[in-house]
Antibody, heavy 122, light 113 residues
Framework: QVQLQESGPGLVKPSQTLSLTCTVS??????????WSWIRQPAGKGLEWIGR???????DYNPSLKSRVTISEDPSKNEFSLRLSSVTATDTAFYYC???????????????WGQGTMVTVS | DIVMTQSPDSLAVSLGERATINCKSS????????????FAWYQQKPGQPPKLLIY???TRESGVPDRFSGSGSGTDFTLTISSLQPEDVAVYYC?????????FGQGTKVEIK
């Protein structure tokens, strides 16, 4: 059974860097069959895609966050990570990691999500 | 960016009745080379992450009850719950994965009347 688990500080000071890790069990993050994303959701609000990593470390970011975001992977630990720099109160949200499928025509939907972790910037 | 707009923002339906949620994308998410709509529906219950219900606009994810169905193509899509059950109370989101950045609708809250 594939599981994703987010971890990291729940409180980050303004202007600092938010760092989260998603540990994947039951599925290798390498191999090119899946892509791995970060998505966030302010409390009571909608979903915002942050970015993804796929096939040998290629990345793709939401332009609205691109200047502040880095997503990386550690295949030895079967983890991928999010770094978001220069945070402000507007970055306060639940942060989810999720798996998406790579298909012949590109990418598919997110079929497995982590439980999410709340990050407060204050 | 492709903007996804859902309607209504909320709806209340009696148990056993049909619930219909619409989603409109600002541009087509139909990929002509494979005739697939790069479109999905998710269900999110309080305190839980979103759960994939429908992908490719009309393909039900494994384990999803058949009272959930998706339809539409191009820019207009519909999620139908044929007979609302108590466990279907949730917020429903549409999403396009046709192009980056991936984008979601604002959500539709479904309640029991």
């Amino acid at each position: 059974q594939v599981q994703l688990q987010e971890s990291g500080p729940g409180l980050v000071k303004p202007s600092q860097t938010l760092s989260l890790t998603c540990t994947v069990s039951g599925n290798s993050i390498t191999g090119g069959i899946y892509y791995w994303s970060w998505i966030r959701q302010p409390a009571g609000k909608g979903l915002e895609w942050i970015g993804r990593i796929y096939s040998t470390g290629s990345t793709d970011y939401n332009p609205s966050l691109k200047s502040r975001v880095t997503i990386s992977e550690d295949p030895s630990k079967n983890e991928f990570s999010l770094r978001l720099s220069s945070v402000t109160a507007t970055d306060t949200a639940f942060y989810y990691c999720a798996r998406g499928r790579v298909v012949s025509g590109g990418f598919d939907a997110f079929d497995i999500w982590g439980q999410g972790t709340m990050v407060t910037v204050s | 960016d492709i903007v996804m707009t859902q309607s209504p923002d909320s709806l209340a339906v009696s148990l056993g009745e049909r619930a219909t949620i619409n989603c409109k994308s600002s541009q087509s998410v139909l990929y002509s080379s494979n005739n697939r709509n790069y479109f999905a529906w998710y269900q999110q219950k309080p305190g839980q992450p979103p759960k994939l219900l429908i992908y490719w606009a009309s393909t039900r994810e494994s384990g999803v009850p058949d009272r959930f169905s998706g339809s539409g193509s191009g820019t207009d899509f519909t999620l139908t719950i044929s007979s609302l059950q108590p466990e279907d109370v949730a917020v429903y989101y549409c999403q396009q994965y046709y192009s980056s950045p991936l984008t979601f609708g604002q959500g539709t809250k479904v309640e029991i009347k």
